[in-house]
């Protein structure tokens, strides 16, 4: 009897084991699909942008060099007359600024000769007073004309008494101002002298001291008068 439950209860285990009638095996869920990782690699770098440049202003314009022609002005002369500089465009012109109580005005009468000597080969002197410097031409036009021509017996063209520095300086002295050095630069003194060709272009300048009879400055007005 004993024996006969031990084979009984060996076949049912024999077909539980074995999927036999009466015994069900509970399905297996399907597999999943292992989940993939990010490929990484340890030797790769972060890909790096390129730096963004800040924004560059824009870049500055070269300086425009100043116009050298200075015949482009309408002015008085000494007599209160019109009178337009281009006129002397053509000859060497010479601009001074003048004064009658400087220790340089004896220039007068050196610029009197060189004038005389040479304004047949096309040179002009023009005389501008100016009190610019030590209150040294404080007359009247009428003053300065009859200094000059009773004491030099000037000759060459007089014009009214204008400023040739500061705040009030004519704009025919600012645009010989603004000129690169070594001609550019207000003028220091009385009889300073700026040299201007025949095209109205102001090329050389020549200081106080330096008198009408100099060798350098005969020397440029020569070659700039053989230039037709």
Not at 20 to 34: D, I, L, M, S, V
Not at 143 to 154: M, N, W
Not at 180 to 191: E, I, L, M, Q
């Amino acid at each position: 009897m004993n024996n006969t439950r031990l084979a009984v209860l060996g076949l049912s285990t024999a077909l539980f084991a074995f999927g036999g009638p009466g015994f069900t095996q509970a399905p297996h869920p399907p597999a999943q699909p292992a989940e993939k990782k990010p490929e990484t690699n340890p030797e790769a770098k972060p890909e790096s942008k390129p730096a963004e440049k800040p924004d560059q202003p824009p870049a500055d314009k070269p300086a425009e060099k100043p116009d050298p022609y200075v015949l482009g002005f309408k002015m008085k002369d000494i007599d209160g007359n019109e009178k337009n500089l281009e006129d002397f465009k053509g000859s060497v012109v010479l601009i001074v600024n003048v004064a009658s109580k400087c220790g340089y005005t004896s220039q007068y009468k050196g610029l009197e000769k060189l004038y005389q000597d040479k304004k047949e080969k096309g040179l002009v002197i023009v005389g501008f007073p100016a009190n610019n410097f030590g209150n040294q031409e404080p007359g009247t036009e009428a003053d300065i004309k009859k200094f000059c021509t009773s004491e030099y017996s000037v000759t060459f063209p007089m014009f009214s008494k204008i400023s040739v520095k500061g705040d009030d300086q004519h704009p025919l002295y600012k645009q010989l101002a603004a000129q690169p050095a070594p001609v550019g630069g207000d003028p220091k003194w009385n009889f300073t002298k700026f040299l201007v060709d025949r095209n109205g272009n102001v090329v050389a300048r020549f200081d106080t001291r330096t008198s009408p009879s100099d060798t350098e400055l005969n020397r440029q007005i020569d070659d700039l008068l053989a230039k037709k």
